[in-house]
């Protein structure tokens, strides 16, 4: 079989299945007694062990297979779950992680486990004498119930009102069938068959029944075969006929369901009751969780069956397409105006109406929840805070906060540096936690909301808080500031020191949050991203890093100004307000042109110099447009010739071919298909 | 390589001024009239600046200038030849795009020392047609400084 159509599929699966293994495994932890979790992260290891076998990754499945059997043996009670059980099953979740990333790089997943198998195998051969002794009978159970399963499947059920509702039919006339469907060994899409059956069934009469129940055919959970009770008044024959043209479907079986069959069904349904009603007793708070268990996942299910995987670079294809037509809309406007002719108007009318709809289903297409960082987090804690012997509860808010893709891609590891940060500096050892009276147990809270325009994410920490003093003395002792500088600085603007580069406060340099490096890295990431960062603290009580971000950075708003025949955008973001000044205004200071702007020095920059923008003509202007733009507290005018005015662009890059240009940021289509460049104000104050 | 790759490769034929050149078809993404370029200051001389290609922002190197050639004025015949190359789009500005033809392989010849310009080292090889001379252009040279 051709293996590589699927390799997407699989890698995309895999990582869900890992995904929700990790997941319910920090779960499992909270709840180390839930049998029913344990049985989650069995069925997707089994999953996963399936699908690699299928695919080849013979590694990836002999892990996954040691796994399941550690899994295996907590589901049968063997082994109780503790901490040390549950590390090494993070670790091969660890390493099953990085064979399916392998995998997606193109390698062949192969990777040397033997420690981890080593480990997983101690765990379930430290039961090796129950083991032993339980296996054959487990392996005896499972076989019995999985055939009780399948017994009971080929087997249908009726209540009492589907009792009635079949006599009654069949005492009007209509033909009550139990029809047994098998489909081929190498039906790929069974619940595709099993739609395309009950559709002609559905078309012919009504089904009363199924087995297994419809929910569990749409979802696959079954084997070959299936069964479906049916009235109709077409005839037996004519339905298999039917049934038989659905592709990949092997043999179907019709058989009347006589008043006789009824009974005695009946009287094997009584029988069987009677005794699952004995094993229930005992299992009722169990199966009610499990129920629980089953409904949250179907409903899960429900709705990842209504989307379809599209990949971005379609997407992007897409957007680039729409942006194309934006700026064909602007042009046909503006003719539809010179022309005046009232059907063009109004049909060019409706078209912009149907095109800002348009835009924003294209746009919120491009968003996806920032669940997609998030998830990693909790895993990462976990191995950092046991590393560190600190005892930390990480609580994340608002994972379904949806953000462009875009920004989700950039935001990743800013947010681990911030989130390593407050775990190795923030919250204290659980000693000292104790001696300041605080719970031992630390917390971590990782919050994200919209609001207006912007998404803020917030990592909230009860731990030491920011020791301004210690700050300042190092921030001194590196030359990041000067003592007198440091005398007029306010609380916020020392905690925002540590976020300067070459800083790092740890008294001991640990391999979790780096030597200084992350800190300024994360500003510089976020700043690039058209957001920013602050830090609020106090001692002794906590701090919160609180980033500002845009919606998304496909589209932006700006200011477009024009230097001589050339056309900028400056992002409104950076803009604090614009102003025409005379030349009297500008003063000079050092070299440096600068205006008093509402008490304030403010320095120039003159864009047609910092651009080498070609004059025509010496402009000797007594007037000057400027834009007062801002990075962090410093302030900048920037010198234009004209205001041309605020407008919702569409960010593109610059390509690959040019690199690093100086105080570009970006480029962008004007309604008149001409490119204009992004001023980068960030660049333009050091 | 299949048999007939090694025969022929096809490309397309510009000029500047005087000479003819020729960039592989594989590597040609369209050829545009002339349109209005956006100046990106402080790049390199060469580097005319970025157009709008179908929704694309795509820098557009002025050939003549990169193999310093005299500049002359744009005309009606002047072309930019869309080129990709490992993920990179540019634009290249020559005097026309003449042609799309086969060059036997076996027609290609690696340059002669005496070619005597500035382009030399962007050149891969020259190939005789007929009475035309078409020298084969080292695309990865041309952009890359």
Redesign the interface.
Known sequence: MELNQYIEMFIEESKEHLQACSDNLLELEKNPNDLAIVNEIFRSAHTLKGMSATMGYEDLADLTHKMENVLDAIRNEKIQVNAEILDVVFESVDHLEEMVMNIADGGDGKKDVSATVEKLKRIESGEAIQQAATTATTAAAEVAASSAVLDSALQLHYDDFEKTVILQSTEQGFNAFEIAVTLTDSCLLKAARVYMVFDILEKNGDVVKSSPTVDKLEEEQFDQDFKVALITQTDADELRSKIMKVSEVEKVSITQISNDLFVQSAVVATEEFVESVTEETALVPKAEVKKEEAQKSTSAKHAASKTIRVSIERLDILM??F??LV?DRGRLQSIATEVNHSELNETVERMSRTMGDLQNIVLTMRMIPIETVFNRFPKMVRTLSRDLNKKINLEVIGAETELDRTVIDEIGDPLVHLIRNSVDHGIESPEIRRANGKPEEGNVTLRAYHSGNYVFIEIEDDGAGINRERVLKKAISKGIVTKESALSMSDKQINELILASGFSTAEVISDISGRGVGLDVVKTTIESLGGNISIESTEGAGSIFSIQLPLTLSIISVMLVEIEQ?TYAIPLSSIIETSIIKNSDILNAHNQKVIDFRGKVVPLIFLDE????PRTDNNADEYHSVVIVRKGDKLAGLVVDTFIGQQEIVL???????LN????SG?T?LGN?????IVDCNALMK | MTAVDQEYLKVIVFQLADKEYAIPVANVQGIEKLMHITRVPKTREFIKGVINLRGVVTPIIDLRERFGIPVSNHEETTRIIIITLEEMEVGFIVDSANDVIDIPADAIEAQPEVVGSNEEEFISGVSKLENRLLILLHLDKVLNP
């Open positions: 680039n397409l942006e194309e700026i050339e910092i651009f080498d923008v593109k890059s610059l390509g690959d071919y040019l240009i100086f105080a570009i480029a289509i298909g001409k490119v204009a460049l």
